[in-house]
């Protein structure tokens, strides 16, 4: 049996969709009929990935800006929302992870302020100025995914600016929910643990996967396409009564106490 083709004659606009987790989720919209609108800041990351789906038969378009810039973000809904100005599907995933943002984001006391307000500015403005102009081209039926973390719901040693960026954009995700459901228009959250995307792949040493195997309660990590199939469920009328809600994705990391992985890890020798 085929796969269900639920986004016919629908746009879609995802940030960040020149790789990783983004690229997945652009795929499988635009695999379920979506009219995509590719939307990263890496000019031939966001060609290559409507490239990649046009040779797949689908419809995509790719935009370069940056989320943190209200004139970018104006432009990119405008593409989305192409001739008949209607957006559908909004999924804000972009967030800077690069060395030296990401990679800054340590020691407070040491943290140069402009990590902490990078930070901010892409991960938690950028889905605010989506919103601030996808809404006004959103009808009944309409959806909005965002992408947050993890690392939203958890403390660590590193990446503050980050956890706090992801925390308040499970929030941002209520508010959105509230202020426009009595619109048709509905906002959920996606929170994943560590995907194996290609970036991580490469940064992961084999050591360091061992250990997130030894977290998780399920065998097998999570893919891109993982969370692209979550991402599709919720913008999709199959989740018409959810809304405002952060779905976590993470085989189960989450979903125990600390106590069982290390008894685990230790009967594992
Ligand atoms: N991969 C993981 O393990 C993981 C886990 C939890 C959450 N996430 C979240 O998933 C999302 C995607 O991450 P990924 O792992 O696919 O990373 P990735 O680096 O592969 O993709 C992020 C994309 O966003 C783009 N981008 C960066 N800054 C931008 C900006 N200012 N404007 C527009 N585009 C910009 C990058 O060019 C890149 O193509 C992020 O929100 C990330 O925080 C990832």
Request: hydrophobic share 45%; charged share 25%.
């Amino acid at each position: 049996m085929g796969r269900a083709v639920r986004f016919a004659r629908r746009t879609a606009l995802v940030t960040g969709a020149g790789s990783g987790i983004g690229r997945a989720c652009a795929r499988r919209l635009a695999a379920e009929g979506a009219t995509v609108t590719v939307a990263d800041i890496d000019p031939a990351a966001a060609a290559e990935t409507a490239e990649l789906i046009v040779k797949e038969g689908g419809a995509a378009r790719p935009v370069t800006g940056d989320v943190s810039v209200e004139d970018d973000v104006r432009a990119m809904v405008e593409t989305a929302a192409g001739d008949g100005g209607r957006l559908d599907v909004l999924h804000s995933n972009a967030a800077v992870l690069s060395r030296e943002v990401y990679g800054r984001d340590l020691d407070l006391t040491e943290m140069d302020v402009e990590v902490w307000d990078r930070t901010l500015a892409v991960d938690l403005r950028g889905a605010m100025l989506c919103v601030k102009h996808a809404v006004p081209r959103m009808g009944a039926g309409a959806a909005i995914v965002n992408t947050t973390s993890v690392s939203a719901l958890v403390g660590d040693t590193d990446h503050a600016a980050y956890g706090a960026a992801k925390a308040a954009l499970i929030s941002f995700t209520r508010y959105v929910a509230t202020m426009y459901g009595r619109r048709g228009i509905r906002c959920n959250a996606v929170a994943p643990a560590l995907v194996l995307t290609e970036a991580a792949r490469r940064a992961m040493t084999p050591e360091r996967l061992a250990e997130k195997a030894a977290e998780r309660l399920l065998p097998d990590p999570c893919e891109p396409e993982d969370v692209a199939a979550l991402v599709a469920f919720l913008a999709s009328s199959e989740a018409r009564c959810i809304t405002g809600q952060t779905i976590v994705i993470d085989g189960g990391t989450l979903a125990h106490r600390p106590e069982h992985a290390i008894r685990q890890a230790r009967e594992a020798g």
